[in-house]
């Protein structure tokens, strides 16, 4: 019975609307408006931070990252003695003591990078050659597609094998099987016994780097003990006559600990134990679960601000609403005082042009959200940009909207309950 | 036997005040008027004939005095009650007429049972009764602007019947009417009336009071002095509304 009332007003409260189209049309844009650029901004928002979100994911929520970088002081000296070589970044000797000493430790993952040329024939690709153990798919999310990746027979005698990237082979052997041919680095061949590709490709990186033959993904995977053996630890750089020189043992160690939990109070137990060993500060610590909580952070942030810029909006098609409510109150005062004479208690009133604010809200909401969903899928289109329109936007935006049409519905609507019924008639 | 007395007004007062100055529209009213009656209220501008017909119609409260409706104290009821007790209990006819303009003459007759909660589909029926009663069911979709001042007058005396009640009040009720639409409308007010209505109408016109049962008379917030022609009709509540004929 109650649900059927309500019904029935509203209905009247549409019939009322519909008989001025144009404006109640325009009294919703201000909802449209609010309600769609919520929904849209937070969708273009959600996108990009998922995105930042997934990279930092890739590098793992229970890892440390730490790499080695060149001390900067260091930096300016190398230009003035230029036979000098410099020595810096991470050793050995700090895998083995962070195995030895930190707790919740699960593997340790050190990593040699060289940059080189490999040669198969006479085509030749300059690469990144990665020195690592047997475990590294695992920790970095790799895939074997064809052959096998390193195992740790080839790290004990130190095999002159290696595993390509997907895409190097592509381009390195367009004709025949990579695995078991022989491809040259520097002075030495390594057999190819494995083909590997990464299982979250991601696709944010644009194609120039192909046209210079260099794509961030061209590695070769050799055993760590290899890439000491084959390529040594000084790394030499030749440019403009000049000649430089890095002794550099270890690239980057992945510290995987046994929980997420671990992570946080591992972090100054490293910091302090390389502080022991580096008298510079030649490495850097990476904490993906901390750059996640920044980004999340980040994120926090942003929503506020969208946020307080879509309220502002919302309020001010509240105020919209309000405005033109108040209009039809005034126009619509002889109508007030017919009902109010016929039996309509100040209630009845009160829910009439309540009902209508609403839907005013209500129905400019549900436009706004047609909006709102259908504009960030176009922006992803044009823009390359990845959007995620969350169900919880549309929930809070259509809410929203819902609550501002009572806001600001209720003072017109008392206004028009609290006229005189006889004042109200005689009104023209 | 006598019709039972629907209405007892007792010293009734009513003064508007506005700050400075209070104009005192009524000052000793007395009146009791019978089921079936037919009276007519006449009397120079600013005697306070709408006045007193707003208080009758429980759209105004008195400044003093006592007033009874159907044998209730009108005085203690509150503006919920107020408002309830009109939907119920009083039928209004007005100079303009006062359709809502969004809503088709069907809606317009309902209008008085929709605060009673009612749904239209189940008193349809009823509503378009009532536009034939009053000569208009064949217009029953059309929009008080579609419609002339006459046929717009006659929906608004068949929502004025949709809550069968005790009593039709209608203030210049053939003011904006020429007079060939106002004799059509008084004629539709005698046979309501013949079939027992009681009807209490303000009126500037000779030929309204004429048809009336009892002329009531006001000069300046009084009631100056009264005709009564003749008895109030037999009220038999059994008989259904007919008025063709
Ligand atoms: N809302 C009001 N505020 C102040 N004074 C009022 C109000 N309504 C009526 N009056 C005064 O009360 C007196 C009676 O008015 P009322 O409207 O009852 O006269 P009336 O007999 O209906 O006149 P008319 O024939 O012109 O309609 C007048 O002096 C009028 O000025
Ligand atoms: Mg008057």
Known sequence: ?428 | MANREIIRIEGLEKVYDMGEVRVKALHGVDLTIEEGSYVAIMGASGSGKSTLLNILGCLDRPTAGKYYLGGEDVASMDDDQLSAFRGRTLGFVFQSYNLIQQLSVIENIFVPLFYQGLDLSDREKHCEDLADLVGLGDRTDHRPKQLSGGQQQRVAIARSLVNDPLLILADEPTGNLDSKTGLEILDLFDRLNQQGKTMILVTHGDEVAERAQRVVHMKDGVIDREDVKRAPVKVDNSKKLELTG
């Open chain 1, 1 to 428: 019975m109650r649900l059927k009332t309500l019904i029935r007003i509203v209905q009247l409260g549409i019939k009322s609307l519909l008989l001025h189209k144009m404006r109640s049309g325009l009294t919703m844009l201000g909802i449209i408006f609010g309600v769609c650029s919520v929904i849209a901004m937070l969708a273009i928002g959600e996108g990009a931070s998922y995105e930042a979100q997934e990279a930092i994911k890739k590098l793992g929520s229970s890892n440390i990252i730490i790499r080695s970088v060149k001390p900067p002081q260091e930096k300016s000296m190398s230009s003035a003695k230029r036979d000098y070589v410099n020595d810096y970044g991470l050793t050995y000797q700090d895998a083995n003591s962070i195995r030895a000493t930190i707790k919740n430790v699960d593997t340790v993952l050190p990593m040699r990078i060289i940059r080189e040329e490999v040669r198969f024939n006479s085509i030749m690709f300059p690469v990144q050659v990665i020195g690592t153990h047997p475990i590294y798919p695992d920790m970095t999310g790799l895939e074997v597609v064809r052959g096998r990746f390193l195992t740790y027979t080839d790290e004990r005698s130190r095999n002159n094998i290696c595993v390509l990237t997907a895409s190097l082979a592509e381009h390195l052997f367009p004709y025949e099987n990579p695995v078991e041919q022989e491809v040259r680095m520097g002075a030495d061949y390594f057999k190819v016994v494995g083909i590997v590709r990464e299982t979250s490709i991601e696709k944010q990186r644009p194609q120039a780097g192909e046209s210079e033959g260099a794509t961030v993904d061209h590695n070769v995977y050799v055993p760590l003990s290899s890439a000491k053996a084959r390529f040594g630890e000084t790394i030499i750089n030749r440019s403009a006559g000049s000649y430089q020189a890095e002794k550099v043992e270890l690239h980057q160690i992945t510290v995987r600990f046994t929980s997420t939990d671990a992570v946080q109070t591992a972090v100054p137990q490293i910091k302090t134990l390389l502080e022991k060993f580096h008298d510079t500060a030649d490495y850097e610590v990476i904490v993906p679960i901390e750059l996640l909580r920044q980004a999340e952070q980040t994120k926090r942030i942003f929503n506020i601000v969208l946020g307080s810029i879509a309220a502002i909006s919302l309020i001010v098609g509240g105020i919209g609403i309000m405005n033109i409510m108040l209009a039809t109150v005034t126009e619509r005062t002889r109508e007030i005082g017919i009902r109010r004479a016929l039996g309509a208690k100040k209630h009845d009133i009160v829910t009439q042009f309540l009902v209508e604010t609403v839907v005013l809200s209500i129905g400019g909401g549900l436009i706004g959200v047609v909006f709102g969903v259908v504009i960030p899928v176009i922006v992803s289109h044009l823009a390359d940009m990845k959007t995620i329109v969350t169900p919880i936007s549309v929930i809070i935006a259509f809410g929203i909207s819902g609550a501002v049409g009572v806001v600001f519905g209720i003072y017109p609507a008392s206004q028009a309950a609290d006229l005189d019924p006889i004042e109200a008639l005689r009104h023209e």
